[in-house]
């Protein structure tokens, strides 16, 4: 994966049926939905640059909304729309993990 994007990040947007929390509980579909479209906008998006996916259960329920960018297996909780501008200035765009979003 890392010689077709420079940085790949996957939101969580799995959906539980047995009432436990899930990222899609939280907003992170919008929260996708937002990143994909401002990388789309800015013309960061595809080969050598960045990647912005949805999957199912990253397994991280507890900490949701949840993300995770590759190749540097840094995972993410964030809230809103200015956390996830941090995580893209910061770390997909500058190589500087957002220390205070980060998930231990």
């Keep these: 994966m890392s010689n077709f994007y420079k940085r790949h990040i996957f939101f969580c947007n799995n959906i539980r049926n047995d009432g ?9 579909k919008q929260m ?4 994909k479209d401002k990388c789309r906008a800015n ?6 640059r960045l990647g ?5 259960c990253l397994g991280r329920c507890e900490n949701g909304p949840v993300a995770v960018v590759y190749p540097d297996n840094v995972w993410y ?3 809103d729309e200015e956390d996830i501008d941090e995580i893209f200035e910061s770390h997909m765009e500058s190589d500087k ?3 205070r979003l980060l998930i231990k």
């Design 32 to 35: 996708y939905r937002y990143a």
């Design 77 to 79: 909780q964030y809230i």
């Design 97 to 99: 993990i957002v220390n």
């Design 43 to 48: 013309g960061s998006l595809g080969v050598g």
């Design 20 to 28: 436990k929390q899930c990222c899609s509980e939280n907003g992170a």
């Design 52 to 56: 912005v996916s949805e999957s199912r």
